[in-house]
């Protein structure tokens, strides 16, 4: 069975905003809720100015259902994390923590009262019948039933964000790397600590750990 999953290439992403203006159409996302979004880092700076893709990961190990109070959230056999909003009582806890900042809580009235919780659902809708009018309302459309990728992929102009199964997805990353020609080290050791640094080199199978 194929477990679904994002990822963004920093490498190729161009901060159009496309997927989460896909995101919204075609989910009719009430306003003030965003359920992709694109982050830039050293905005401005010549040279080190990445962008990337961030939505709902659909982590094996999805810490938003292990802090649901009322076990709301629960995942596809497509690996797929989805809520059921029948139950969610919109306590804000998966927002604590989530590292994305995935879950989104709508703004009803004057002082900001929490709603139900939305997220992204990787477009496979939730637990309503499939394709149905009520699913539609509530979580978008199911783009999965029909047989499609997510929108946001979809619609990515540069093929930055891959959405789809996990395996073909990092084949698909692995050889964008080797082609580029930076072996391991595009997101690597160096990467991480920076070179001349202590840290700069992954430390030797059975070599010294102190």
């Known amino acids: 069975m194929a477990r679904m999953k994002f990822l963004c290439d920093a490498e190729r992403c161009i901060e159009c905003n496309g997927c989460v203006t896909a995101c919204k159409q075609e989910h009719e996302v009430p306003w003030g809720v965003n359920r992709r979004r694109v982050v830039t880092i ?14 709902c990961m659909h982590c ?8 649901c109070p009322v076990d709301c959230f629960y995942r596809t056999d497509d690996g797929v994390v989805l809520h059921d909003k029948d139950l969610c009582i919109g306590c804000g806890y998966c927002f604590y923590a989530c590292p994305f900042g995935a879950p989104q809580f709508p703004q009803a009235g004057a002082f900001g009262l929490r709603g139900k919780m939305d997220k992204c659902t990787f477009c496979a ?6 394709r149905s009018e009520a699913e539609f309302q509530k979580y978008g ?45 595009v997101w690597g050791w160096g990467t991480a600590y920076g070179p001349g640094r202590p840290g700069a080199q992954p430390p030797q199978a059975g070599g010294n750990k102190s």
């Open 60 to 67: 094996s190990d999805a810490p938003c259902m292990a802090v």
């Open 141 to 185: 459309r199911n783009r999965l039933a029909e047989g499609k990728l997510p929108a946001c992929a979809e619609m990515c102009s540069t093929k930055a964000l891959l959405g789809g199964d996990g395996d073909v997805i990092a084949d698909i990353y692995r050889d964008r790397v080797l082609r580029r020609g930076k072996g391991s080290e």
């Open 125 to 130: 809708g939730g637990p309503e019948p499939d």
């Open 42 to 55: 050293n905005d401005g700076i010549v040279g080190a100015e990445k962008s990337i893709s961030v939505a």
